[in-house]
């Protein structure tokens, strides 16, 4: 927790209990249901808390902005986002049901009501969203293929709507046709060494 108050130095009283009670929330829930992995458990706030706050350091979105998270598995970066951004509304989605029911209970846990899930693929989702997250999935090009067309086209952050997508390395080659595309080192945001590689990319149509 004090890694996340490093960072974030002006959270509220609300904030902080939600952010602490993160840990043992999800140390009960991996014993029962394996959403995040035996060695990254031990490192949550780092490798999954922190690293979801990311998109917080490159964005700060408006009250009432939608935000979907695909392919969230047990609640990253939607739950982490949706305790920062206490009135901007959060659709979490995943194809496996377990995860979703450990979404469900966590964030019902602490109490947000700016969250909401839905189990099933990403194709299945109907409607517009202003920005889309997720923590590499899968390639660019194929993400985009899946959300490129329910992108919400009336803007009202001072980014332009699109994609934000937590994933380093080379993408050159997974670079979706007619968008924009911009990589960020998040070392730039953190200095841990688990950050060094790690990357954040902002996609956006022509």
């Known amino acids: 927790m004090d890694l996340i108050q490093k960072y974030f130095s002006d959270l509220n009283r609300e904030q902080v209990d939600q952010f602490s009670a993160l840990s043992s929330l999800y140390y009960e829930w991996n014993n029962k249901v394996n959403v995040i992995s035996r060695k990254d458990i031990d490192n949550l706030y780092e490798r999954h808390v922190l690293h979801s706050l990311a998109i917080a350091k490159f964005i700060?979105?408006?009250?009432?902005?939608?935000?979907?998270?695909?392919?969230?598995?047990?609640?990253?970066?939607g739950i982490p986002l949706a305790i920062?951004?206490?009135?901007?509304?959060?659709?979490?989605?995943?194809?496996?049901?377990?995860k979703i029911n450990v979404v469900n209970s966590v964030s019902s846990a602490l109490g947000l009501a700016n969250v909401q899930t839905h189990n099933g693929r990403i194709e299945e989702i109907n409607g517009q969203y202003e920005f889309f997250v997720s923590r590499a999935v899968t390639k660019l090009d194929t993400?985009?293929?899946?959300?490129?067309n329910?992108?919400?086209?009336?803007?009202?952050?001072?980014?332009?709507?699109?994609?934000i997508y937590l994933?380093?390395?080379?993408?050159?080659?997974?670079?979706?046709?007619k968008t924009i595309v911009q990589q960020y080192p998040v070392k730039q945001w953190f200095n841990e060494p688990f950050f060094s590689d790690k990357g954040l990319v902002y996609i956006t149509k022509q």
């Not at 919400?152 to 699109?162: I, P, Q, R, V, W």
């Not at 380093?168 to 997974?174: Q, S």
């Open 167 to 177: 994933k380093g390395g080379d993408i050159e080659a997974e670079k979706p046709n």
């Open 84 to 98: 920062m951004f206490p009135k901007v509304k959060f659709t979490l989605v995943d194809s496996i049901g377990k």
């Open 143 to 148: 993400a985009w293929g899946w959300i490129g």
């Open 60 to 77: 700060s979105f408006k009250d009432g902005t939608t935000v979907l998270d695909f392919g969230t598995g047990g609640g990253f970066p």
């Open 150 to 163: 329910k992108i919400d086209s009336h803007d009202n952050n001072e980014l332009k709507n699109g994609l």
